[in-house]
């Protein structure tokens, strides 16, 4: 692993010292190449990384969604996680108090959602500094990263964490590049553009694929503003994870009424004091947004809805995804379905598995049963 840091250590600084222009593009494409690769070798558990140990970061994925509370020391994850769910997260004004993550369970419109309280997030946690490795590796299976900054040092901490993240393949806020990559057996390599591109020609991408032994492959790059960036998150896209985040300010307290406006009025951000309780529910709200989960009800025959427990599933979800979350079997038998609500054109509307359904739904399934 030390030799790993040194060889990207080595990068990083050939990186900066080499100026951007026409002549060293090819040059800085291909150290992209490099160092992407190398972080994502330090990122893999070594020999006997499983073993346990103790560490207390594999904590079990449960509920309908897992939330990530990510951020430096004492920026007030644990009593935030504490104000919002059963679970008591030892909370103190100094760094490092919380050593192992920690689960608890928020509920929300009949949800219930995993929040993990990671450790603090220190500087070079991508270098494997600290345990910021096993940090980041959890943050990779949450469904919305929940970013909770102290609102008195916003522009360095924000810019830090998105710079950790970023290098270890997290990407915030953002969807996979519209690039097309399929790697074949022969045939060597076929590189089209959809449009004339603004960042990239067929010699840097050969190159590129060059330097990650793929000779034979077809490549078509729908976007024209896709960088060089993006085409390295396509081929290393087994190492890459889109998620949502949500940045918390926290401590609001602590500044101008003007400065805590022009921070609410940002994208993708949500304010709040821990220590005043102010906001914390407008956090839970626009978290629940984030998740796009939807509720959906499901009726017997000849009985009421059953209101008191719902069924969580994706905003997009259709009657099949229902069914499996029923029993996996279900659609097997599936005959058709009848459904009250928002997505029904008449009530009831009788529907088969691709229909969309809508928040609050409530749902009727007839099954043809095998003899």
């Known amino acids: 692993m030390v ?7 080595e990068i990083e600084e050939e990186m900066k010292k080499t100026q951007k222009n026409k002549a060293t593009e090819y040059h800085l494409g291909l150290l992209k190449g490099k160092l992407a690769r190398l972080r994502a070798q330090l990122l893999e558990p070594g020999p006997g990384a499983g073993g346990g140990g103790g560490s207390g970061f594999d904590v079990s994925k449960s509920g309908d969604a897992r939330i990530a509370l990510v951020g430096f ?3 007030g994850k644990s009593t935030f996680l504490s104000k919002v769910t059963k679970t008591r997260s030892e909370v103190a004004s100094y760094a490092f108090t919380t050593l192992t993550a920690i689960p608890g369970v928020l509920e929300y419109g009949g949800a219930e959602i995993q929040l993990l ?11 494997g500094k600290g345990r910021g490795r096993q940090v980041i590796s959890a943050a990779k299976t949450s469904d919305l990263i929940l970013m909770v900054l102290d609102a008195t040092k916003k522009a360095e901490q924000r810019a830090l964490l998105e710079a950790e993240l970023e290098a270890v393949g997290i990407r915030l806020n953002r969807e996979p590049p519209n690039i097309y990559l399929k790697v074949k057996t022969a045939g060597g390599m076929k590189i089209t553009f959809q449009s004339p591109p603004k ?5 840097m991408l050969y190159n590129i694929l060059r330097d990650y032994k793929i000779l034979n492959c077809e490549v078509l790059v729908r976007d024209e503003n896709a960088t ?45 004091s821990c220590e005043l309780d102010l906001g914390i529910q407008d956090v839970v709200d626009r978290c629940w947004k984030e998740l ?22 994706r905003s997009n979800s259709t009657i099949e995804d229902v069914c499996d979350r029923i029993h996996r079997t279900l659609k097997d038998t599936f005959k058709y379905a009848l459904v009250w609500g928002a997505s029904a054109r008449h009530v009831p509307q009788r529907v088969g598995l691709a229909h969309p359904v809508a928040d609050e739904d409530v749902v009727y ?7």
């Open 199 to 203: 960042n990239l020609d067929e010699k």
């Open 73 to 75: 020391p004492s920026v």
């Open 365 to 371: 399934i007839v099954s043809a049963w095998k003899a």
């Open 228 to 272: 060089v960036d993006d085409f390295i998150d396509v081929i290393m896209k087994d190492h890459r994870k889109y998620i949502k985040c949500l940045y918390v300010y926290n401590k609001i307290d602590s500044v101008s009424l003007d400065f805590l406006d022009q921070l609410a009025r940002e994208d993708h951000t949500v304010v709040m």
């Open 3 to 9: 030799n790993i840091t040194e060889k990207i250590k």
């Open 117 to 127: 309280d990671l450790p603090g997030i220190i500087e070079g946690a991508s270098e």
């Open 292 to 313: 796009k989960l939807i509720r959906i009800y499901t009726k017997r025959k000849g009985a009421e809805p059953d209101f008191g427990e719902a069924l969580i599933v």
